[in-house]
């Protein structure tokens, strides 16, 4: 088995949530699982990930289509933060250059 | 320290019900939680002072004192003091002296100062994960050529990490529990590292492979011979085949960068001749050339 994936029903006990929660998860494209032997992975990498979806799920009530909607956002703030990075970083350059 | 308006924070009414607080709480939280914020301080400073609001005004205790010595929280001390000696004829002293538990790094001085003390935690205050963290490093292919120590200053904190080498352009690492502490004792979040890697001028990476040119004179090319070239890892000697075509292109098998947490594994070095002509020919290399080029 590969080292990198975690059970997901060990995962479920752990932050004491349903499987059905991974599964639906997984039917909005937020989250990829991997069946080997009639058990169900994740891999160790889309971790944080999971955990962030499980926060809001449980801490802000946001339910699977509201994941859904903030996962995209999310990915287009990450975009957008990144971008203002690099312009600011040549930005910089250029000033150092003047 | 500054006076803090809970009410003010929560956006509710001084005579709001529980059922209120915990509304506005609720909708608040959803608009600053860290997750939702990222690389946002303004976002988690706001979020941490609405759980302090909720913290005081969701307990009726602490609400109680909140609202009884308000902008004069400063002399509460003074005022509990005075009405406990004119109280305490004859009196058993009672409790453990109410708000005790609170007052974290994750609270104002302002809620440390009125509530401050040791103790159990409010089961209101439900613990969340710290923000994440997010910063770059700036390295030269050769920083990322050998695995390296290296410190970061993250937030005024002196973080110190190990590169491995191989890392690549762009390539990001998390570092868990190195973000924002949690508030509500929950867990820290972590800390992400984008690396940023400057190209070199001679050799270019494409993956774990490296390319470079090497000039190589006609005469060489033409008759073969050898040549010393410089590679990451030293200096190489590399024969030249009599006949060699301009950009022949030569692979040098584990001589390229080192594969990513893979001990020992390189990727390749491709040499590319450049084949380089002779100028200004003196009358004697002109005439050879014309006899060599009539043969």
């Given at each position: 088995?590969?080292?990198?994936?975690?059970?997901?029903?060990?995962?479920?006990?752990?932050?004491?949530?349903?499987?059905?929660?991974?599964?639906?998860?997984?039917?909005?494209?937020?989250?990829?699982?991997?069946?080997?032997?009639?058990?169900?992975?994740?891999?160790?990498?889309?971790?944080?990930?999971?955990?962030?979806?499980?926060?809001?799920?449980?801490?802000?009530?946001?339910?699977?289509?509201?994941?859904?909607?903030?996962?995209?956002?999310?990915?287009?703030?990450?975009?957008?933060?990144?971008?203002?990075?690099?312009?600011?970083?040549?930005?910089?350059?250029?000033?150092?250059?003047? | 320290?500054?006076?803090?308006?809970?009410?003010?924070?929560?956006?509710?009414?001084?005579?709001?019900?529980?059922?209120?607080?915990?509304?506005?709480?609720?909708?608040?939280?959803?608009?600053?939680?860290?997750?939702?914020?990222?690389?946002?301080?303004?976002?988690?400073?706001?979020?941490?002072?609405?759980?302090?609001?909720?913290?005081?005004?969701?307990?009726?205790?602490?609400?109680?004192?909140?609202?009884?010595?308000?902008?004069?929280?400063?002399?509460?001390?003074?005022?509990?003091?005075?009405?406990?000696?004119?109280?305490?004829?004859?009196?058993?002293?009672?409790?453990?002296?109410?708000?005790?538990?609170?007052?974290?790094?994750?609270?104002?001085?302002?809620?440390?100062?009125?509530?401050?003390?040791?103790g159990a935690r409010s089961s209101s205050r439900s613990p969340f994960k710290g923000q994440d963290y997010s910063s770059e490093l700036n390295l030269n292919l050769l920083d990322a050529y050998t695995t390296h120590k290296q410190t970061l200053t993250v937030n005024g904190k002196q973080?110190?990490?190990?590169?491995?080498?191989?890392?690549?352009?762009?390539?990001?690492?998390?570092?868990?529990?190195?973000?924002?502490?949690?508030?509500?004792?929950?867990?820290?979040?972590?800390?992400?590292?984008?690396?940023?890697?400057?190209?070199?001028?001679?050799?270019?990476?494409?993956?774990?492979?490296?390319?470079?040119?090497?000039?190589?004179?006609?005469?060489?090319?033409?008759?073969?011979?050898?040549?010393?070239?410089?590679?990451?890892?030293?200096?190489?000697?590399?024969?030249?085949?009599?006949?060699?075509?301009?950009?022949?292109?030569?692979?040098?098998?584990?001589?390229?960068?080192?594969?990513?947490?893979?001990?020992?594994?390189?990727?390749?070095?491709?040499?590319?001749?450049?084949?380089?002509?002779?100028?200004?020919?003196?009358?004697?290399?002109?005439?050879?050339?014309?006899?060599?080029?009539?043969?």
């Amino acid at each position: 088995m590969e080292a990198n994936l975690i059970s997901v029903d060990d995962f479920c006990g752990h932050h004491q949530v349903e499987i059905n929660f991974i599964k639906s998860l997984e039917e909005y494209g937020l989250i990829k699982t991997k069946l080997i032997k009639k058990a169900i992975f994740i891999k160790a990498d889309d971790l944080t990930g999971l955990e962030r979806y499980i926060r809001l799920y449980k801490e802000l009530e946001i339910n699977i289509e509201g994941l859904h909607a903030v996962s995209h956002l999310l990915n287009q703030l990450e975009f957008l933060q990144n971008k203002i990075a690099v312009l600011n970083n040549e930005i910089s350059y250029y000033k150092q250059l003047h | 320290m500054e006076y803090i308006d809970y009410y003010k924070v929560l956006e509710i009414k001084k005579d709001a019900s529980t059922d209120d607080i915990k509304k506005a709480y609720r909708k608040l939280a959803r608009k600053y939680h860290p997750d939702l914020n990222p690389n946002n301080d303004e976002a988690n400073k706001k979020f941490q002072q609405i759980n302090e609001a909720n913290e005081v005004l969701s307990d009726a205790e602490k609400r109680k004192k909140y609202d009884r010595y308000g902008k004069d929280w400063q002399h509460a001390d003074q005022f509990d003091a005075q009405q406990q000696q004119r109280q305490s004829q004859g009196r058993n002293r009672g409790g453990s002296g109410g708000f005790s538990g609170f007052g974290g790094d994750d609270f104002s001085d302002f809620f440390s100062s009125m509530f401050g003390g040791g103790g159990a935690r409010s089961s209101s205050r439900s613990p969340f994960k710290g923000q994440d963290y997010s910063s770059e490093l700036n390295l030269n292919l050769l920083d990322a050529y050998t695995t390296h120590k290296q410190t970061l200053t993250v937030n005024g904190k002196q973080v110190r990490i190990t590169i491995p080498a191989g890392v690549e352009n762009g390539q990001k690492i998390k570092l868990p529990g190195y973000g924002a502490p949690g508030p509500n004792n929950g867990p820290a979040g972590d800390l992400f590292i984008s690396f940023n890697i400057s190209e070199h001028p001679r050799f270019k990476r494409k993956g774990n492979d490296i390319h470079i040119q090497e000039e190589v004179d006609l005469y060489t090319a033409i008759l073969g011979g050898e040549k010393i070239i410089e590679t990451l890892n030293g200096k190489v000697k590399l024969t030249i085949p009599a006949g060699t075509q301009p950009d022949t292109t030569l692979r040098l098998k584990g001589k390229g960068f080192p594969v990513y947490k893979k001990e020992n594994l390189f990727g390749d070095l491709y040499v590319k001749w450049q084949v380089k002509l002779p100028t200004k020919l003196n009358a004697q290399q002109k005439e050879l050339f014309e006899q060599l080029s009539k043969l």
